[in-house]
């Protein structure tokens, strides 16, 4: 398994998604209210009657406001004012097939002090977002979701499709907690997009779950700043389906059932994040594992792991391209006392580079790792003759032989006795 390559993919997707767009359409799964709202005004979903009591069933109101803010003549954002909503079916707005549903305007949901209370008992997903064509500027701000347990997801963006998008979203302030499936999930071509100060607890699945399309599309450059992703029954987040271009940014992950990061593909970046107490469902320290389970590639910058109970190390990482770890920490006390940085094994072909970072290092069979300036302030280097990090002098390797000499060759060697033993 390697990199995917997409290093051109954004130009062209830019490209495509520029020429798509058209005037604007959106057909909602449920039909709106037959009424024009004024153009250039934001739509209230209370004058579609949402009363948000917490005894109503808000639902026919709410999904009614969404549509017609979207709808082509709307304004393109409901507010929706404090209260509590209960809703019994899922709210779901599915753009019109092709260019007739192109929304390329600034749109969405504005909820600061709402919260929407789930009685859904099929497993419908709570709130839905499907793109059949192109979509760009979509916003749900302030948005709070509160599961039954008998749900599907909370939140749910999706695009299966290869030559349509959803791109250049935004969510911000959203909490979602107590839902049967993952707090939110974003499938398929769905990127260039922010999730910003987000809360994704106590659901019984994942926190967050970012994949390609199970058809089509390619989910990307998904940002994830401030959120924390916390008593989830699964992973705090999942990569699935090879996604890997993802980025997180001061985000923390605790008290998961399992990991708090599940990436298996690869992780594009890890900046000043934080993994505690993971693996809740471990029973014990000697069933538990790493705050990151990671597969392929990284980068991890400033994070650090902390453990009083299950969590073992930081990461757990299968190298296949690169791993690089900057000023990280692994720890623990009470029954965690022995937690420590990294478990490390890979391919042959596989790097590991850990600068300036602190915690226990357990490599796997004959893996082994560039360390940098570690806890005792040395520089690690390979000894074995087929090691990856082996003493290069201009085209010079330097070795230890099985019988404990330091040996030298001009070139690679391809034996434990091959080259000269120094000082003999």
Known sequence: MSIPAGGGRRSVLA????????????????????????????????????????????????????AAAVSPTGPGFVLIPPGTYKVTR????????????????????????????????????????????????????GLDILGSGHEGHGL????????????????????????????CRLMGNVFEGQIVNTYLRDNKKNGLTLGHGSKAGILSAIHAFGCVFGQNGQYGVEMVNGCYDAAFHGCYFLLNGKHGLAALNGCTLLNNCGFENNHEAAGSFDKGAGGIFLQNFATLVACTAYSMFNQKRLIDAYVVSQLVMIGCTGSGDARAKDAGLARIDGEKRGRATIVGSQGAIEYVKDFEGLEISGKDGTLRLGSDWQSRNLVQLGNYRLWIDGRGRLRLKNGVPTSDEDGTPVGA
Not at 37 to 42: I, N, R
Not at 43 to 61: K, P, Q, V
């Open 15 to 66: 490209a495509s998604g520029a020429a798509l767009a058209a005037v604007p359409t959106l057909a909602a799964a449920q039909p709106a209210t037959p009424r024009k709202p004024e153009a250039g005004s934001m739509l209230s979903a209370a004058a579609f009657g949402a009363r948000g009591d917490g005894t109503a069933d808000d639902t026919n109101a709410l999904q009614a406001a969404l």
């Open 90 to 141: 899922p709210l779901r707005l599915v753009t019109a097939d092709g260019e007739a549903g192109n929304v390329t305007r600034p749109h969405g949901i504005l909820a600061h002090g709402a919260r929407l209370v789930s009685s859904i008992g099929d497993g419908s997903n709570v709130l839905e977002f499907a793109s059949r064509s192109t979509v760009r500027f979509l916003l749900i701000e």
């Open 156 to 183: 749910a963006l999706s695009c299966e499709y290869g030559d349509r998008y959803l791109y250049n979203f935004c969510l911000r302030d959203v909490t979602v907690q107590g839902c049967g499936g993952d707090g």
